[in-house]
């Protein structure tokens, strides 16, 4: 299949796998233990932490909403640091039995037959990325970058990430297509200019997504077709290339290209 669509950018927690509840939260919750910390992030507190992006920024912003007395400390960046490193971890060892989202390795592998780059952009660490996409054997060659928390200083919501990604890559925003699930993703993705499809995820299915092109329950498979919940709706509830391309034809006759 020739295909106009030069990149595919996928995010990572919630989008391709919904890791928050039962990933990172787990993840985080075993490194305070091992660290013998007295905290624990219930489903609700991790629900609120994510509106920060960034493992180290989220446990800041923790501290700062709930453990104000620590920041006093001078070696409080040192602590932050030694917890995501375990957190980084505990997850790494979590990651491999958490299943993909419907529809997810579907699209991977057409996007890889039609000569479509993949390309993963996240605030989550590249050794959890890379742990969860072991589970599959050849998803992981199908991958052409993944652009993860290591790699830029500014995390989403702004649009550093995919700059990068796109840089890195040779790629055009105007030619791809970027995949998200969350308010906090859809706006570092919307700022970097790519056309930009929702699939609600456990903690985001009340979140704003104006500006996304469409927002979806998930990617769909032919035997369970995706819910449309707004903006552009798939054939058949199915995320395929097709679909994809409609949405970068749409927006070039509106751009006026």
Same mark, same amino acid.
């Given at each position: 299949? *020739?295909?106009?669509?030069?990149?595919?950018?996928?995010?990572?927690?919630?989008?391709?796998?919904?890791?928050?509840? !039962?990933?990172?939260?787990?993840?985080?919750?075993? =490194?305070? /233990?091992?660290?013998? +910390?007295?905290?624990?992030?219930?489903?609700? +507190?991790?629900?609120?932490?994510?509106?920060?992006?960034?493992?180290?920024?989220?446990?800041?912003?923790?501290?700062?909403?709930?453990?104000?007395?620590?920041?006093?400390?001078?070696?409080?960046?040192?602590? !932050?640091?030694?917890?995501?490193?375990?957190?980084?971890?505990?997850?790494?060892?979590? /990651?491999? =039995?958490?299943? +993909?989202?419907?529809?997810?390795?579907? #699209?991977?592998?057409?996007?890889?037959?039609?000569?479509?780059?993949?390309? !993963? /952009?996240?605030?989550?660490? *590249?050794?959890?990325?890379?742990?969860?996409?072991?589970?599959?054997?050849? #998803?992981?060659?199908?991958?052409?970058?993944?652009?993860?928390?290591? /790699? %830029?200083?500014? *995390? *989403?919501?702004?649009?550093?990430?995919?700059?990068?990604?796109?840089?890195?890559?040779?790629?055009?925003?105007?030619?791809?297509?970027?995949?998200?699930?969350?308010?906090?993703?859809?706006?570092?993705?919307?700022? =970097?200019?790519?056309?930009?499809?929702?699939?609600?995820?456990?903690?985001?299915?009340?979140?704003?997504?104006?500006?996304?092109?469409? %927002?979806?329950?998930?990617?769909?498979?032919?035997?369970?077709?995706?819910?449309?919940?707004?903006?552009?709706?798939?054939?058949?509830?199915?995320?395929?290339?097709?679909?994809?391309?409609?949405?970068?034809?749409?927006?070039?006759?509106?751009?006026? %290209?």
């Amino acid at each position: 299949m *020739k295909c106009g669509l030069r990149g595919l950018f996928l995010d990572f927690d919630g989008t391709i796998a919904e890791t928050e509840r !039962i990933g990172q939260r787990v993840a985080y919750n075993r =490194a305070f /233990a091992e660290l013998r +910390l007295d905290w624990f992030w219930d489903e609700a +507190l991790y629900g609120e932490l994510l509106a920060v992006a960034g493992g180290k920024e989220r446990l800041r912003f923790y501290l700062e909403r709930h453990r104000p007395e620590l920041l006093d400390d001078a070696d409080t960046s040192a602590l !932050i640091a030694e917890i995501h490193r375990a957190k980084i971890r505990h997850f790494a060892e979590i /990651a491999p =039995a958490i299943p +993909l989202r419907p529809g997810l390795l579907r #699209l991977v592998r057409e996007a890889n037959a039609a000569g479509v780059m993949v390309a !993963i /952009a996240t605030t989550a660490s *590249k050794p959890g990325v890379e742990a969860l996409l072991s589970q599959d054997l050849h #998803l992981p060659a199908m991958i052409n970058l993944i652009a993860a928390n290591e /790699a %830029v200083e500014r *995390k *989403k919501p702004e649009p550093d990430i995919y700059v990068w990604a796109l840089a890195r890559l040779g790629l055009e925003a105007a030619d791809c297509v970027a995949i998200e699930d969350s308010n906090v993703g859809l706006r570092a993705a919307l700022a =970097a200019q790519l056309q930009t499809i929702v699939t609600v995820s456990d903690y985001t299915a009340r979140e704003d997504f104006a500006g996304a092109t469409a %927002v979806l329950s998930n990617l769909g498979e032919p035997n369970a077709p995706a819910l449309s919940l707004h903006g552009a709706r798939p054939e058949a509830g199915i995320v395929d290339l097709a679909f994809l391309e409609e949405i970068l034809n749409a927006a070039g006759r509106q751009a006026g %290209v």
